[in-house]
């Protein structure tokens, strides 16, 4: 216990002392409060490139609804390759520069070493992102005069468990491989793997692949309690735990 403490405190200095610290939280923050501005304007912006010859074209007016789902397609469509990113370097750039070999001379274990990665690049991503909810609630608050949090909270949770899976599937590639794009490229291809799948309904309503369009039904106010929600979230945490179990047994047989 004492030294699985001592490696969850390396790995938030890690955090701390290297340039995740910084650039998640601003991404997060800047698409945050981004977001509801572009989203009262998207109409402006688009009739201002239609030109005037397209004037009978009219579009429902924004509401506070279209930026919570502006907010999580922002978190599908960009954050998550930083989430991605991030884990893809974690183990494998440890193992060519040393410090795992070094580290695993104390007594922390193999599984251990893999497990503290998840649980704080995991904690890490949810505060940035709980973060990013808040202040996206707050300017769509200021933009449109009203605005719930619920929906924004209830569709970054889910997004969360997304992350959780694309966190663990780059964790299992990073001690699979040396190359961190080559980690990161597995990563991505597990997005995009899930969100083509979300395409066919069956697949969307019991399997992870049902974690975006959740994401986005729930911000939109449109998503009921019913199996298409906890199907995609239960499936979905236990393939984050099988990954991370899978990625525990591939770095204890790694050669460092």
């Known amino acids: 216990m004492n030294a699985t403490a001592a490696l969850l405190r390396l790995r938030t200095?890690?955090?701390?002392?290297?340039?995740?610290?910084?650039?998640?939280?601003?991404?997060?923050?800047?698409?945050?409060?981004?977001?509801?501005?572009?989203?009262?304007?998207?109409?402006?912006?688009?009739?201002a490139a239609l030109g005037s010859g397209q004037a009978a074209i009219t579009l429902p007016d924004p509401t506070a609804l279209d930026a919570n789902v502006q907010w999580t397609k922002n978190l599908t469509q960009f954050v998550v390759f930083v989430v991605v990113i991030m884990a893809a370097g974690a183990v494998n750039s440890e193992i060519r520069s040393g410090i795992a070999a070094l580290t695993l001379v104390k007594p922390p274990s193999r599984t251990a070493y893999v497990l503290t990665h998840a649980v704080v690049l995991l904690a890490f991503t949810s505060v940035a992102v709980l973060l990013g909810a808040a202040v996206s609630w707050l300017v769509t608050w200021a933009v449109f005069g009203s605005a719930l949090l619920g929906p924004v909270l209830a569709a970054t949770a889910v997004w969360l468990v997304l992350a959780a899976v694309l966190i663990t599937a780059s964790l299992l590639a990073s001690a699979a491989i040396d190359a961190v794009a080559g980690a990161a490229g597995i990563g991505i291809g597990a997005f995009f793997l899930l969100a083509l799948l979300g395409v066919a309904p069956q697949a969307a309503e019991y399997t992870p692949a049902g974690l975006i369009p959740v994401t986005n039904a729930l911000a939109a106010g449109t998503q009921t309690a019913d199996h298409t929600l906890w199907w995609p979230i239960a499936t979905g945490l236990l393939l984050a735990s099988a990954l991370l179990a899978a990625a525990a047994i591939v770095f204890r047989h790694r050669e460092l």
Request: net charge positive; glycine share 6%.
């Open 13 to 47: 200095r890690e955090i701390f002392r290297t340039w995740r610290i910084g650039v998640l939280p601003a991404v997060v923050v800047f698409l945050a409060a981004s977001g509801p501005v572009l989203t009262q304007f998207t109409n402006d912006l688009l009739a």
